[in-house]
């Protein structure tokens, strides 16, 4: 819990909070790395996909933004679709205690790791615990692979600004030095002139 940063309950000892202390701060930096390393591997195997369908049906090369746009759709459609399959698994699980949405809520607030602690595993074996890890680990990576994915969009939506603005920069300071060069340069010679040199 410590380490995934969710906050579902206090430890009771003494021994339990200076654990905590000594832990947190590595064990979230653990973490962090975790769902960056997973989620960015994520990405880079969507974008292959991509690529692949795009060439297999003969289209040109899309616009980064655009392919960015599709990859966030992809991961938006991924973690939605494990929230609902996660929460009617549960749902299914324990239908006495459980409705769909308080499942659904469940999954939410654990995956965002808000965590309020006000649902707990009662099933304390080994085999629960891990199977809970395991759930909430690829939950996690799920929501850090839809932030990478809107910071990846956000990324390309300012390459494609810098590139608009820059290419404005070269249009001005175009019309600038072709401007300035009229107003410098020699004047024209008229029909009269060109004869006389003649």
């Not at 202390?21 to 591997?41: A, D, H, K, R, W």
């Not at 969507?46 to 090369?61: D, H, N």
């Not at 459609?77 to 469940?106: E, G, K, Q, R, W």
Request: with cysteine; charged share 15%; glycine share 6%.
């Amino acid at each position: 819990a410590v380490v995934s940063t969710q906050s579902t309950g206090a430890p009771r000892t003494e021994t339990g909070k200076l654990f905590v202390l000594v832990y947190t701060i590595p064990g979230m930096l653990i973490m962090m790395s975790y769902l960056n390393i997973f989620s960015t591997c994520i990405l880079i195997i969507l974008r292959k996909i991509i690529k692949l369908i795009r060439r297999l049906s003969g289209q040109k090369k899309m616009p980064d933004i655009v392919e960015q746009g599709i990859v966030l759709g992809i991961s938006l459609l991924f973690l939605f679709a494990y929230l609902l399959i996660m929460a009617t698994l549960m749902h299914l699980n324990n239908p006495d205690n459980d409705t769909f949405v308080m499942s659904l809520y469940f999954y939410v607030i654990s995956m965002t790791t808000v965590g309020f602690g006000d649902i707990t595993l009662i099933d304390h074996t080994v085999l629960a615990l891990i199977r809970v890890l395991f759930v909430f680990c690829i939950g996690l990576v799920m929501v850090s692979l839809v932030f990478n994915a809107i910071r990846e969009l956000a990324a390309a939506y300012q390459r494609r600004l810098l590139v608009i603005s820059q290419n404005v920069v070269n249009k001005t300071l175009e019309l600038a030095k072709s401007h300035k060069m009229k107003s410098l340069g020699a004047p024209a010679l008229t029909n009269g002139s060109e004869s006389n040199l003649e």
